[in-house]
Each structure stands twice: as structure tokens, then as C-alpha cells.
């Protein structure tokens, strides 16, 4: 799902087609991963397996430039880590080049916290108090770590700017405190069957849908 900036959230209206919207790593998308669909999942819900998630592309190296435009037209914009490594939102904060043009909270994807009923997981707010603290919802370290492939939501200051990621924001050592994946199963299965519509310019709106609870 594409972001719908204006509210900070995924529209089911905004579904990309993959082969020829995706413009660069710093785009952010959300993606539910069901997982290996051999698993039984009714009669056992231990039967866990290891999935794999597979990018390819060119490698994303020096310094990347990601317009933020002001929050009068943009609430929230939601932004990918360009790297194939982990990324210190306190240097990207600290950077003078930087200053003025994200608010110093963002919010992260939690895979491994409750969120809804659905238990599949929810966003966490990740707050940069002060210089080299921060503080974020939930239990944890180094939420201000963003792992590979992981993007966040950021809010527009009054001006907007660019932001800049660059090579000396990504982080060597240490591990994130928020894991955007989980191989955990809890709760009922569920079968899930959605109605959309195809729009003008190939995206897809839902319009329908219904859900069954196996227990």
C-alpha cells in the first residue's frame, strides 16, 4: 500500500503497481507478509518457518536527497531507509543540513506488539527529547536505529525542505530496539476476502471485503 501522507496512514486506494511505480529505496511502502502458505497455521499455531525477502536493484550509495514538503500539504510523509545497513535517526536529526525540516518525532512499525485485535502488529512513537536521547512507546533500545528496508513516518516542519540521508548517518555497531518482522502466531486463523475496483492510471480502490475467524 501506498502512504495517504495527508493522514499518516496506508489507503487501500492507493495500491502501486510495483513494476512501474516504484521510483527509488527512499519510497516508502507497506507490506503485509503472510508467510510460507504451506503451513497450517488452523491446527497448530507453533508451525513456523523461515521466509525470505528478496530486493533487487541498484545498490543506493552517497548521499540521498528526499523532498519533504511543508505540513500545510503533507501531515505526515513517510520515508525509507535508502541503505543496506542500519540508520541512526539521531545523526540524520544532529545534521546541520537537516535542521528545520522534519519534526523530532517519527513513528516506526512494530511487528511484535499487539496493535489491534488482529495482533499483527502497530506503530510506535519514537521521540529525539534532546540531544542524543530519545525516548519511544513501548519496551526497548536504540528505537532511534532504523533497520534496512524499513521506512517511517516523519511530520513536515512549518517550511518543509529536503531532507538528507547520508553515508555518515548509517550505524556500524549496535542493534535496533524495534524489529519490523515477526515469525510469532497468536490468535485465531482468519480468512481474509477483498473486493476492489481497478481506477484510472492502474490502482486499485477496495470496496468491499468480508473476514472469517477459525478457531
Known sequence: YG??????????SQVPVMTTTYSGAAQGYGVFVRGDRKQDYFNSASNVSTTTLQATGQLKQGTQSITIPPVSENGFVL??????????????????????VIDNTIHVWDANID?????????????RTEI????????????????????FFVKPSAAG???????????TTG????QPLSVSQDGPSRLFVNLE???TGESRRLVDGVVAFFD
Request: negative net charge; glycine residues 16%.
Open 79 to 100: 520515508v525509507g531507509n535508502p541503505y543496506m545497513a542500519l540508520l541512526d535517526m539521531e545523526k540524520v536529526m544532529a545534521d546541520p543540513e537537516n535542521a528545520g
Open 161 to 171: 525542505g529536503v531532507l538528507k540521508i547520508k553515508e555518515s548517518h548509517k550505524v
Open 175 to 178: 542493534a535496533p530496539g524495534i
Open 197 to 199: 475496483v481497478r481506477d
Open 3 to 12: 502512504a495517504n501522507s495527508g493522514g499518516g496512514s496506508f489507503a487501500s
Open 132 to 151: 542524543g536521547s530519545w525516548t519511544s512507546t513501548g519496551a526497548g533500545t536504540n528505537a532511534q536505529y532504523i533497520e534496512s528496508g524499513v521506512a
Open 115 to 127: 496493535g489491534n485485535e488482529f495482533k499483527q502488529g502497530g506503530y510506535r512513537q519514537v521521540t
